[in-house]
């Protein structure tokens, strides 16, 4: 686990550039006469989060303790700052941000274009736990459509360990490799939601149904899944390689799973049979 820090000079920094950009008017303060100092003053911070003007006049020195997520927040709102600036705030003073206020199964409509912009690669968008929040036309007849299906039904790793059929569409060789990638990714995304109860929930339920589960959770293995090479077994098309990339939102909260044909193999020319095929459902 990465220990994290205040940088008080860099903190210092950022406070004084980011008051110095806010103006009375856009604080909902009176602008005055004889006004020196570009943007806010230091008291009129204070004033706004809560604070005494001593305790802020310290942090911009940087000589101030470090302050805790509470008073990092009420800066952020005092000094009008963008998400990522907020979160930029709480890593200089050596906190963690905080977590992405947008639902997790919320897919921007910007998202939800972009699948349909492929139709040449299987796509679907996952919450970091696992859940199929949706897919293309493409994905839905290679995997199976299971975005409808509601809570732990459309998690991959519920399915995976909880459901012997989810497997079916894998080479049994590789279930064991899977197997810990799933627990692995896993294992970072509840890291992240530290006190999340669904994340908890979902790994309470898996450690009461599969014994296989417990066993490489209890191993503490942690990978994100960014990419690999993955084989399909399609009930109509016949066994699939595919390149499996995933992409990370910025919060970290979901990602974009694109699985694509690798150069030089037949794969794209199976895939386009698929919409013809029929919708044959694959679990996995």
Do not use: K
Request: glycine fraction near 8%; include cysteine; proline fraction near 6%.
């Amino acid at each position: 686990m990465i220990l994290m820090t205040i940088d008080r000079r860099e903190l210092a920094d950022f406070l004084r550039r980011s008051r110095e950009r806010v103006s009375p008017q856009d604080a909902g303060l009176a602008e005055g006469s004889r006004r020196r100092t570009p943007g806010l003053r230091r008291e009129e911070v204070a004033q706004l989060a809560g604070m005494s003007t001593d305790y802020y006049t310290r942090l911009e020195q940087a000589r101030g303790p470090q302050p805790s997520p509470q008073i990092l927040a009420a800066l952020a709102r005092a000094l009008r700052l963008s998400d990522d600036e907020r979160d930029h705030l709480h890593l200089l003073a050596g906190h963690r941000p905080p977590a992405a206020r947008s639902r997790d199964d919320e897919v921007g409509a910007s998202l939800l274009h972009l699948l349909d912009r492929l139709p040449g690669t299987a796509a679907q968008v996952l919450s970091d736990l696992g859940d199929v929040l949706a897919q293309n036309d493409l994905a839905r007849a290679l995997l199976g459509g299971v975005c409808t299906v509601s809570e732990h039904g459309r998690n991959v790793v519920w399915r995976w360990f909880a459901d012997p059929a989810a497997r079916a569409a894998y080479p049994a060789e590789e279930h064991a490799h899977y197997s810990r990638l799933h627990v692995a990714d896993l294992r970072a995304a509840v890291g992240r939601r530290a006190g999340d109860p669904a994340a908890a929930r979902l790994v309470e339920r898996l450690r009461g149904a599969s014994e296989e589960f417990t066993a490489l959770w209890e191993l503490h293995e942690v990978a994100v899944r960014r990419h690999s090479r993955m084989r399909v077994l399609h009930p109509v098309i016949g066994p699939l390689d595919l390149d499996c990339q995933v992409l990370l939102a910025p919060e970290g909260n979901q990602r974009l799973v694109l699985l694509t044909p690798p150069p030089g193999t037949d794969a794209a020319d199976r895939l386009a049979l698929l919409p013809a095929a029929g919708q044959e459902r694959l679990v996995g």
